[in-house]
T-cell receptor, first 112, second 115 residues
Framework: DQQVKQNSPSLSVQEGRISILNCDYTNSMFDYFLWYKKYPAEGPTFLISISSIKDKNEDGRFTVFLNKSAKHLSLHIVPSQPGDSAVYFCAASNFGNEKLTFGTGTRLTIIP | ETGVTQSPTHLIKTRGQQVTLRCSSQSGHNTVSWYQQALGQGPQFIFQYYREEENGRGNFPPRFSGLQFPNYSSELNVNALELDDSALYLC??????????????FGPGTRLTVL
């Protein structure tokens, strides 16, 4: 039972354009959502998060949008840079409980 | 400040054997979580230790066990290895406190291959 889904295994975007990565979840008890970035041979690193009381959170080039009624979140990266090429994981949790439920990841490739 | 480290980097075992993976938490962190990432999948929560006690467990059988030591380093033990145990095992540490989100910092992982 996949509670967090990333339906696009891969995405290619031209440098300078916007990258949009999508994530859906099924468990309505989740109230905290995170995006992690993973380079080969490294552990996932935290990128940005959002609480269910918000619908948008920005941090520099990264913005996460949350649509609770659709149980959908997205990560926008603008402008995309070559260093953004990595695997991006969406994760969900209950605030205060550090058990993370991850999606399967989306491999983002930025084309120079 | 030293980040989360894991050893060994790679490991090859045969079915039925036992394995121990090790994790050193980031300085000042008192909580460690272990995740299994199979090929093409996202990390799956195995269990978490807080101050040497198990503090939550995912859907993994009892042959997956762990320890946390007084210095907050940790071990993951897997008995009676099966082929499906082949995966990247990730350790994450955090500094648990009340009233806030405790960011988890991941190590680079141990790649286990079971033949």
């Amino acid at each position: 039972d996949q509670q967090v889904k990333q339906n696009s295994p891969s995405l290619s975007v031209q440098e300078g354009r916007i990258s949009i990565l999508n994530c859906d979840y099924t468990n309505s008890m989740f109230d905290y959502f995170l995006w992690y970035k993973k380079y080969p041979a490294e552990g996932p690193t935290f990128l940005i998060s959002i609480s269910s009381i918000k619908d948008k959170n920005e941090d520099g080039r990264f913005t996460v949008f949350l649509n609770k009624s659709a149980k959908h979140l997205s990560l926008h990266i603008v402008p995309s840079q070559p260093g953004d090429s990595a695997v991006y994981f969406c994760a969900a949790s209950n605030f205060g409980n550090e058990k993370l439920t991850f999606g399967t990841g989306t491999r983002l490739t930025i084309i120079p | 400040e030293t980040g989360v480290t894991q050893s060994p980097t790679h490991l090859i075992k045969t079915r039925g054997q036992q394995v121990t993976l090790r994790c050193s938490s980031q300085s000042g962190h008192n909580t460690v979580s272990w995740y299994q990432q199979a090929l093409g999948q996202g990390p799956q929560f195995i269990f978490q230790y807080y101050r040497e006690e198990e503090n939550g467990r995912g859907n993994f059988p009892p042959r997956f066990s762990g320890l946390q030591f007084p210095n907050y380093s940790s071990e993951l033990n897997v008995n009676a290895l099966e082929l499906d145990d082949s995966a990247l095992y990730l350790c994450a540490s955090s500094s648990s406190r009340t009233g806030g989100w405790n960011e988890q910092f991941f190590g680079p992982g141990t790649r286990l291959t079971v033949l």
